[in-house]
T-cell receptor, first 116, second 113 residues
């Protein structure tokens, strides 16, 4: 089945040690998103790629970076994780549908990041 | 930018009771509206969505939602809940021509057997 896959499901990293989370999709969607979801809070958009164009949210810390080497893969890099970065990180995809602008979003299972 | 409000973050009810979760959004233009469910330990799953047409939308698992444009609302309903409906429910909106999907803070629903 076409889907959005995130690896790993759980990631433990040390304070200040760079970490990379990965997302792959078989949907051939042209837009990929990274959300941060902390406990009991709404998912918060960090950034998204529209094709190869990177779109950063204004309040996303510089500590967070992203790469999209091809349509199928997107990575979230946290350069120096702090304790406050512990969260669930969600990857999502969508496809522009032309004039009708009807977007369906597909979410991955998420990666739960723990910072020790 | 669009924003979403969900009230009554924690809802506890018994099986067979009716459920209604409120969702209000703010956005000046045309919107797409969604309800997602997140079961414990699982990823977000789409319950239903509204793009256009009939404002009463039926989704999976017996859920429905009604878009009331004049009230900027998209409330979720289920006539008779089951224990398996215990989950967190998120309302989300994106404006036409806008890739950003904005979420509400969610409703934690606990159904007691």
């Amino acid at each position: 089945d076409a889907m959005v896959i995130q690896n790993p499901r759980y990631q433990v990293t040390q304070f200040g040690k760079p970490v990379t989370l990965s997302c792959s999709q078989t949907l051939n969607h042209n837009v990929m998103y990274w959300y941060q979801q902390k406990s009991s809070q709404a998912p918060k958009l960090l950034f998204h790629y529209y094709d190869k164009d990177f779109n950063n949210e204004a309040d996303t810390p510089d500590n967070f970076q992203s790469r999209r080497p091809n349509t199928s893969f997107c990575f979230l890099d946290i350069r120096s994780p702090g304790l406050g970065d512990a969260a669930m990180y969600l990857c999502a995809t969508s496809r522009e549908s032309g004039d009708r602008d009807e977007k369906g979003y597909t979410f991955g299972s998420g990666t739960r990041l723990t910072v020790v | 930018a669009q924003s979403v409000s969900q009230h009554n973050h924690h809802v506890i009810l018994s099986e067979a009771a009716s459920l209604e979760l409120g969702c209000n959004y703010s956005y000046g233009g045309t919107v797409n509206l969604f309800w997602y469910v997140q079961y414990p330990g699982q990823h977000l799953q789409l319950l239903l969505k509204y793009f256009s047409g009939d404002p009463l939308v039926k989704g999976i698992k017996g859920f429905e939602a009604e878009f009331i444009k004049s009230k900027f609302s998209f409330n979720l309903r289920k006539p008779s809940v089951q224990w398996s409906d215990t989950a967190e429910y998120f309302c989300a909106v994106n404006g036409y021509g806008n890739n950003r999907l904005a979420f509400g803070k969610g409703n934690q629903v606990v159904v007691i057997p």
